[in-house]
């Protein structure tokens, strides 16, 4: 497998990449965003020093399940010590950036997000996958999110760019533990982990977590009422309270009930609020994360631009530098 270092050129296929950023290291793979040099466009690429690339094996059981086209846009490479995965026309940005930008992250914006997962959670479970982590880091800033005149796509908002924790339930019945899925791992000491009966259940955990970071900022916190689990925080406060309310309640006491049908039921939930005035002010608020993540205000952000002139310098740099 090549070698891969900020600022170097790799070669997958017919393209050539330079190496940008390295955003993530785990203990079997690493992210980076690389450039094409025929594309203006970031990329993601994930190396894996595992043999077996599960990525494309998840990819295709969903499209052989769903009986539906990949909208990964995927392309693999395959070496002796591991393998390479490209992942095309995917924006720069991640959930995790945009939880560091707090105040871009209004209701709106969450009920997005928060419909857009479930519906993905809902086909990985129809096709019998667990995604086992689904964590800001794995999901990708969709088009519905950059562009706020893309209207009507409520299901372009986010997207899953890494199954290395995922399971294959058709065919790994038996072959799992539940503290192998790092959202369990990152809710260690929480008791609801006690009562998963269910792997499906982890994923209904992660989405919980996710919807728990995006209100209140930090991870989820539930405890046993003697009927119910609830969440530490309150919810009246927030602007559709008794939604979120509802919400946690159902996905936190889901039981033993087909998953499936959980996320359709909290889908059409969500889905209830998608009116003529929820529109307008989604659009406004995603006006302003789109202000957030524009190249300018990246450049910016990630190079410690603090002037005109020194703005002016560096795309100078950039330009000569064909970036």
Request: proline share 2%; hydrophobic share 40%.
């Amino acid at each position: 497998m090549p070698t891969l270092e900020i600022g170097e050129e790799i070669e997958l296929g017919d393209e050539d990449y330079c190496i940008k950023q390295e955003y993530l290291v785990c203990e079997e793979y690493k992210l980076f965003w690389a450039k094409s040099r025929n594309s203006a466009e970031l990329t993601m690429i994930k190396a894996s020093f595992q043999p077996i690339p599960w990525d494309f094996y998840v990819n295709l059981k969903l499209k052989e399940r769903l009986n539906e086209d990949s909208d990964q846009l995927c392309s693999y490479y395959q070496y002796q010590d591991g393998h390479i995965v490209s992942y095309q026309y995917v924006k720069c940005c991640t959930l995790q950036d945009l939880l560091q930008h707090s105040e871009s992250v209004s209701h709106e914006v969450t009920v997005l997000i928060i419909y857009n997962l479930l519906t993905i959670v809902e086909k990985l479970h129809k096709a019998e996958i667990v995604h086992g982590d689904l964590s800001p880091r794995s999901l990708i800033l969709r088009n519905r999110i950059h562009d706020p005149y893309d209207c009507n796509k409520k299901d372009h908002a986010v997207k899953i760019v890494d199954f290395s924790y995922s399971v294959d339930l058709r065919v790994q019945l038996d072959a799992f533990s539940f503290s192998g899925f790092r959202t369990v791992q990152t809710l260690e000491g929480q008791k609801i982990l006690e009562n998963c009966s269910s792997p499906y259940q982890v994923d209904l955990l992660g989405i919980a977590d996710l919807a728990h970071l995006l209100l209140f900022k930090e991870h989820l916190h539930v405890f046993w009422d003697g009927l119910l689990w609830r969440l530490s925080q309150t919810t009246s406060e927030l602007k559709n309270g008794e939604l979120w309310n509802k919400f946690f309640v159902r996905i936190l006491n889901a039981s033993d009930e087909p998953t499936v049908l959980v996320l359709r039921e909290l889908a059409a939930e969500v889905n209830g609020v998608f009116d003529t005035t929820f529109h307008s002010h989604l659009d406004k608020a995603l006006w302003k994360v789109g202000k957030v993540f524009s190249p300018g205000a990246l450049l910016l952000h990630k190079t410690g631009i603090t002037s005109l002139t020194d703005l002016c310098l560096s795309c100078a740099v950039l330009w000569e530098a064909g970036l």
